[in-house]
């Protein structure tokens, strides 16, 4: 089942300045297409705490872009102004190519930006089902008072977006649990509920801020591969905060290192790993 | 009944077209297909391998859970004379090279990314294996295989045949005899490779018919598919008899929703293994530990009555109107709740078989109103030789022969039957053909048994696993290994045992304990735990399995026959025993021989009287890959009683 239609042949590999012959290879193979959201110099202060000071990176289409940095170093800054969270004071955010001053956050979603929570805000008393099925507000249509009395449209509505709702339990896994509420859940399979309403939104940029955090090696598998699955199956580009310096090397196509709000590092896991900076900063050295 | 399961399906599809036929959970609800709409989807299949090639009395190897579309893909294959082959879908990938290379295997159709992935694994060991077609799409979008295709790519090419040729499908159908071959179960064997048992339309439908006759099965039965297709038992109840009553069979969403797929649908004929009945139990108890008081009291008190008068009255022996009364009352506020939370509220016929099941237990069931019987049958039987009337069901036999069945035993003690529901030959295997079926037409079950005065079978062991202990003060001594491990496995803290002791002076055994019991009784006791390793050493488990292997010597004590085979020594291994390593068939049934081997130093270390051995197990995770396991395993005597003779 497709819920974005995936771009099914290849795109020519896009024009990369100064990236080496295999990186080019890759991104082709991969069907990583051309700029999907670019940030241009953001800065972002709360009073006197400067948490990002002029960071510019871009994400392509298909791609799993990783965010990596020490703690404090405002990844989620990062994530929460691209998520219309926060209004940076400086720069600009472009989705597709084009430019908004100030969005908010419902303004982002219906553009096709979706994200989950590190903290997992979901609604802990409501079931599964009912829990992804608030994913799908956006592609709702009809108004309160027809659902209340639920006849007719409103009736066609819940079955069409219950069938989707039922795919993504299907995908993810998670029959056996669609009537259990999700406080009662082990916090491996919330966190595939929280992933799960966000991939109701049917969205194009999938915005992951620590998806792995709190889970053992196991977990952290099943999570990797329905990472995966999703940027495969989808075609949804994927950007990803993440502390777990394997996972980050293993899934991402492309990383973006922060450190006290500074952009200190931008390319291939390969490249990254070798950098000094990010050695120094992040990764540590002997003393 | 003189006919072929693709006629069968005819008929029906004939007789009821809108009836349903099979019905599978996906998307959170049950989907229905009906008899005419099964018979379409066979029809386009078996055009559709027709024209792949498929020849008449070549084999198609099946591999999944149970999904009505591979169930078509069954009776597909059957409609062109071929033969459908249905293989363990937890089985490792190499285990599926024997049957493929054996059966020159041409094509295999498959139920999703995992079966493929073992396929395309071990496709250079099968050159004969050209087409894979997959029922589940999942994953596979990138797969460039030769050969492999989605199932739907061959339901739209048949389709397409069918129209342009409309009597193909009955032409083929017509041609099929009862004789002719319907399918081969591969029976794992507890010793030795894995053998190939041959049936016919004739013996899986006769045996069918004779079961459907004994418990008056109906088109208006319900059943719950979930068993291994591969198993035969799955394929009596949910496709042979399935055919003749042309009753509904439902699939359940996933493996890890059948026990909420089983309240939903409230099958009306069931069957598990003895192990379901005791998990079921198992977490009915603990449930109930958590429960208030007054709930606890209510359960007790009822539970109580059920024992006493339960069993009598599914036995219909009359009752005092007070006891009916009390049942009644019992029924409503205990046991009608309690069979729905099993999901037995509408079971008319519960079976368990393959192993003993302990009296608690049986009497457990049967006292709260659920009919559950035994019986007895294997892969070379057609599963059908005896089954226990409604009325006479105990825990300790095993039924009565029915229609069609001769029993006779031998002088060692071993059980033969002749009935018409034989295994025509284990495939391309003549040695071991001759070995089992007598020219008389009498097959050797190997079981160790006999009839007892009111007419039910009564099994004691596999014959060759009977044995004699030799030297000590029991010499001479009969050794029952089965037997003794059954009555260790009633107790719910022990999930399997293997005990031993032929040739020796005296019997010893492993225990592995059940994670969910003990892990339960352990944190009841505030004993903490981190593995199943851990918690397997610890001194007050190692306590509670001598209280219960000195339970079970107390028991045989009491048996002039048995009482040699008490339990002197035993350890509580660290790991479970696994069908993936090898120590169990996919049946789960102990290979006595290979764990002997493997844990040959262990054993060295029970005779020897050391008081603990450290071991290190190398373990074979379910893709494929190994690893070790180690720990230092204490070892426990247990007390044995003398022989005292019980009062006849």
Request: hydrophobic fraction near 40%; charge should be negative.
């Amino acid at each position: 089942m497709s819920l974005v239609a995936a771009s099914t042949a290849a795109p020519a590999a896009p024009a990369v300045e100064g990236a080496p012959e295999a990186a080019v290879a890759t991104l082709a193979r991969r069907g990583i297409g051309e700029v999907v959201l670019e940030v241009k110099d953001i800065s972002l202060a709360f009073g006197g705490v400067k948490a990002l000071t002029d960071i510019s990176f871009d994400v392509r289409e298909h791609e799993i872009r990783a965010i990596i940095g020490p703690n404090g170093a405002g990844k989620s800054s990062m994530l929460n102004c691209i998520n219309g969270v926060y209004q940076p004071q400086k720069g600009s955010i472009s989705l597709r190519g084009r430019t908004f001053a100030h969005m908010n956050p419902r303004q982002v979603a219906e553009m096709g930006v979706a994200r989950t929570f590190q903290s997992l805000a979901l609604f802990k008393g409501m079931s599964v089902l009912d829990n992804i099925m608030a994913g799908r507000n956006l592609k709702m249509k009809t108004n309160l008072f027809q659902q209340a009395i639920r006849w007719g449209a409103a009736e066609r509505e819940e079955t069409a977006n219950r069938r989707v709702v039922e795919g993504i339990i299907d995908f993810l896994e998670i029959q056996a649990y669609r009537k259990t509420p999700v406080g009662k859940m082990p916090y491996g399979l919330q966190k595939r509920v929280d992933l799960g309403r966000a991939l109701a939104m049917e969205p194009q940029v999938l915005l992951l801020d620590e998806p792995m955090a709190g889970m053992n090696v196991e977990e952290k598998q099943d999570m990797s591969r329905f990472i995966l699955d999703v940027n495969d199956e989808f075609g949804t580009t994927i950007v990803l905060i993440e502390h777990d310096m394997s996972v980050v090397m293993d899934l991402s196509d492309r990383v973006v290192v922060l450190d006290y709000g500074k952009k200190i590092g931008d390319g291939t896991p390969a490249e990254v790993r070798h950098n000094p900076e990010v050695i120094r900063a992040y990764l540590g050295t002997a003393h | 009944m003189q006919t072929t399961f693709p006629r069968l399906l005819l008929e029906h599809a004939a007789a009821r077209p809108a009836a349903p036929a099979l019905r599978e959970k996906e998307f959170g609800i049950w989907q229905t297909l009906s008899w005419s709409a099964l018979r379409g989807l066979v029809e386009s299949l078996a055009c559709g391998l027709a024209q792949a090639g498929l020849q008449r009395g070549q084999h198609l190897v099946v591999i999944g859970e149970n999904r009505p579309r591979l169930y078509a893909s069954m009776l597909a294959a059957q409609s062109l004379g071929a033969i459908p082959v249905p293989l363990y879908q937890d089985a490792a990938a190499g285990e599926f090279v024997f049957p493929i290379v054996n059966a020159d295997v041409p094509f295999a159709v498959v139920e999703d990314q995992e079966q493929v992935d073992k396929l395309l694994e071990v496709r250079g060991r099968c050159p004969t294996l050209t087409r894979i077609w997959f029922d589940d799409p999942r994953g596979l979008r990138n797969y460039r295989e030769p050969g492999l295709a989605p199932l739907d790519e061959l339901v739209e090419a048949g389709r397409a045949f069918a129209s342009s040729n409309p009597d193909f499908f009955r032409g083929e159908v017509a041609k099929a005899q009862p004789g002719d071959v319907a399918a081969m179960f591969f029976t794992s064997g507890t010793t030795g490779n894995a053998k190939g048992v041959v049936h016919s339309h004739e013996t899986l439908i006769d045996r069918a018919a004779a079961g459907a006759r004994f418990d008056k099965l109906s088109c208006d039965d319900e059943v719950l598919a979930y068993l291994p297709p591969a198993w035969i038992g799955q394929n009596i109840f949910s496709y042979a008899q399935w055919l003749v009553c042309g009753y509904v069979v439902n699939c359940p969403e996933s493996a890890s929703t059948v026990m909420l797929d089983l309240k939903e649908i409230g099958p009306t004929y069931y069957f598990a293994p003895p192990r379901v009945f005791e998990g079921l139990l198992t977490s009915v108890m603990i449930r109930m530990e958590d429960a208030a008081p007054i709930k606890r009291w209510l359960f007790d008190r009822c539970m109580a009555h059920a024992r006493r008068v339960g069993s009598a009255r599914m036995d219909g022996k009359p009752l005092s109107w007070l006891d009916r009364l009390g049942w009644a009352l019992g029924n409503l506020l205990i046991y009608s709740p309690l069979r729905n939370s099993l999901g037995f509220s509408r079971v008319r016929v519960a079976y368990t078989a393959g192993e003993a099941i302990g009296p608690d237990l049986f009497i457990f069931y049967r006292s709260l109103g659920i009919n559950l019987k035994q019986l007895y049958g294997s892969t070379e039987t057609a599963v059908f030789v005896c089954l226990q009337p409604d009325h006479e069901a105990r825990s300790d036999t095993v039924g009565v022969p029915i229609e069609g069945v001769e029993i006779r035993v031998t002088e060692s003690g071993e059980i033969l039957v002749r009935s018409p529901g034989l295994l025509k030959e284990y495939y391309r295997d003549a040695a071991a053909t001759a070995e089992v079926l007598t020219p008389e037409g009498w097959y050797k079950t190997g079981d160790a048994g006999f009839l007892d005065p009111a007419g039910h079978l009564k099994i004691i062991d596999r014959a060759k696993d009977v044995g004699r202990i030799v030297g000590g003060e029991n010499d001479g001594a009969l050794f029952a290994p089965r037997y003794v491990e059954n009555k260790l496995k009633f107790f719910p803290y022990v999930k399997e045992a293997v005990a031993f002791g032929d040739g020796r002076d005296r019997v010893c055994a492993f225990v592995n304990i059940d994670m969910e019991a003990v892990g339960n009784w352990a944190e009841k006791r505030n004993l903490a735990y981190s593995s199943y390793a851990d918690l397997s050493q610890k001194p007050p488990v190692l306590e509670l399995i001598r209280d219960c292997v000195e339970k079970v010597n107390a028991d045989l004590a009491g048996d002039d026959k048995l009482a040699g085979s008490q339990i002197s020594r035993f350890l509580v291994l660290h790991k479970e025993l696994d069908a993936d390593d090898g120590e169990l068939t996919r049946t789960r049934k102990v290979r006595r021989g290979f764990i002997s081997d493997r844990y040959a130093s262990l054993l060295e270390a029970l005779y020897a009287g050391e008081s603990h051995r450290y071991v290190e197990t190398e373990v074979k995770f379910e893709d494929g890959r190994t690893g070790r396991v180690a720990a230092d395993l204490k070892i426990v005597d247990a007390k044995t009683f003398p022989v005292t003779r019980r009062a006849a």
